[in-house]
RNA sequence: GGAGAGGUGGCAGAGUGGUUGAAUGCAGCGGUCUUGAAAACCGCCGAGGAUUUGCGUCCUCCGUGGGUUCAAAUCCCACCCUCUCCGCCA
């Protein structure tokens, strides 16, 4: 589907921010965050908004339910503070020399009365806050305003493309193929499956080091050029950081769980234990923006994906991703989600790949999203451009789940930050790039100059 | 796995039953002073929520969940986490 002339136009420039003389108040008056109050004024033009992703925000649910609330809230106060007051009394009355005892008695009948009620009052209302807050954890971020509207992957609107597809003068295989010409067992599915089934790969020799080296490679620039931190977190994290990031707790399948008492799962991806740093935390205006990358395996069950990329190693239960992730204050995410992605498509110009990147539309944005641009690399063997990254505006949504606040200056109060993320890249896929556009008639594979030093000068797998 | 110590506001750190959401210090904010800055001095300064046009009033929160009590940061129980020592171990 070609986007129109003005739609593209207004996907290249920035959109027009909010009058500079609004207050930076977070929980006010911007229709793009999905916070309760959000909620309560402007549910009608939200539940526009959502409807571009495919979304059915059920107004008249919550406004029945927040209307309960309200109530339940309001008698349990109501009934906390009379028990309150009664109980000081007691105290003023001992103090003021009464017994123990009378004073007690005094006001008896009075606690007995509120005592009968205030129980099951207080539980009511929080049963009633517990629904709202599940309620709301199952509503998708509400996408920002330049998203295109469409349904799935076909209506997604193309951006720029980098690079010239190269031109083969023989039948270019696929990367199994080159893999598995590369050497005996230099790329193996077979004894991955005997190990773990299906979606698993075995990697040997030189093609194992130059997987190690795109890491290496990355982790490099993004350190050295793009100043990011590097970051290692744990690879199992508990249900609480799964929940700040969007994946729990609707997409619980797509994720693989331990056994035993401890409930943790195995990372989807790094976004989850490093976005989750700031959960909870209160930082400092100064200590921003924050730039992480950090290299992790990423664990997938991909449920629901049977039959898709069964072949090679394009769709793994297991791969390697080195991420990117930023915090920043609320007014610059729009310009760093430009920044990020400029940095993960550094990586594709620096091996010389051919790309393109995306926006989203809103029918395949992510859960947690508010923008997201994917960035997909040339494969001559399927003659299209496929899925490398995918970096994403969360703005104050993952913030608002995980309690990520940083102390606005301006106001010195604690105001949500803005999340981003995106793959800087995907190893295993940049692998697969590499091997079918860097392969030679002989079924050698010429190692691209960016990597070379990180291979000890190799230049070519034989 | 065994023994001990501890989890309090942005940070550090008091507080062991009563009007304490919490001393004090640091940081932060405002002011005095200064040509400016620093120093000094004075004042303000936890978070979330309900209600109100607003002033305000009220509720919740001292790791989590229970319990005792008229009253819990403070007492009791369970759990989680952190630290120290011992054992084991990559």
């Given amino acids: 589907m070609q986007p ?18 609004e207050s930076p108040t977070v929980s006010r008056g911007d229709p793009n965050m999905l916070d309760i109050r959000a909620l309560r004024q402007d549910g009608e033009a939200i539940a526009e908004a959502l409807r571009k992703r495919g979304y059915e925000l059920d107004l008249d649910a919550f406004r029945a339910l927040d209307a309960r609330r309200k109530d339940a809230d309001v008698r349990s106060q109501d009934l906390q503070a009379q028990r309150k007051k009664a109980s000081r009394e007691v105290g003023e009355l001992i103090k003021s020399g009464m017994e123990v005892d009378a004073a007690k008695a005094k006001v008896a009948e009075t606690l007995k009365e509120i005592d009968d009620q205030l129980d099951g009052e207080v539980e009511r209302a929080k049963a009633i806050q517990e629904q709202i807050r599940d309620f709301l954890m199952g509503v998708p971020n509400v996408p920002v305003e330049e998203v295109p509207a469409g349904s799935d992957e076909d209506d997604n609107v193309e951006v720029r493309q980098w690079g010239t597809p190269r031109s083969f003068d023989f039948e270019p295989k696929d990367h199994v193929d080159v893999g598995e010409n590369l050497g005996a067992g230099a790329l193996d599915f077979e004894r991955a499956s005997k190990l773990s089934g299906a979606r698993f790969a075995v990697m040997t020799g030189q093609l194992a080091r130059l997987h190690r080296a795109l890491i290496d490679f990355m982790l490099d620039t993004h350190t050295g050029e793009h100043g990011y931190q590097e970051v290692y977190v744990p690879y199992l994290v508990g249900p609480e950081a799964l929940r700040g990031t969007g994946q729990l707790p609707k997409f619980e399948d797509d994720l693989f769980k331990m ?26 205006a100064d200590t921003l923006p924050r730039r992480y990358t950090c290299h992790t395996p990423c664990f997938r069950s991909e449920a629901g994906s049977h039959g898709k990329d069964t072949r ?20 610059e995410s729009e310009a760093t989600l430009e920044a990020l992605t400029g940095h993960a498509e550094a990586i594709l110009k620096k091996l010389d790949l051919p790309y393109r990147v995306v926006v989203l539309c809103g029918g395949d944005l992510g859960f947690s999203a508010a923008k997201t641009y994917d960035i997909e690399v040339w494969l001559p063997s399927q003659q299209r451009y496929r899925e490398i990254s995918s970096c994403s505006n969360f703005r104050d949504y993952q913030a608002r789940r995980m309690q990520a606040r940083w102390r606005n200056p301006e106001t010195g109060k604690p105001e949500l930050l803005h999340t981003l993320n995106g793959s800087g890249l995907a190893v295993g896929r940049a692998l697969v790039a590499i091997l079918e556009n860097y392969q030679n008639e002989d079924g050698s594979v010429t190692v691209p100059e960016a990597l070379r030093p990180y291979m000890r000068g190799l230049e070519r797998l034989v």
């Fill in 4 to 21: 129109p002339a003005a739609l593209f136009a207004k996907l290249c420039t920035p959109a027009p921010r909010r009058p500079t003389d």
């Fill in 259 to 284: 056994r035993g008492e401890r409930e943790l799962y195995l990372i989807p991806t790094a976004e989850v234990p490093v976005t989750n740093l700031a959960a909870d935390e209160i930082v400092d």
């Fill in 312 to 331: 090679g190693m394009i769709r793994q239960h297991q791969f390697e991703k080195v991420e990117l992730v930023q915090l920043v204050r609320p007014e």
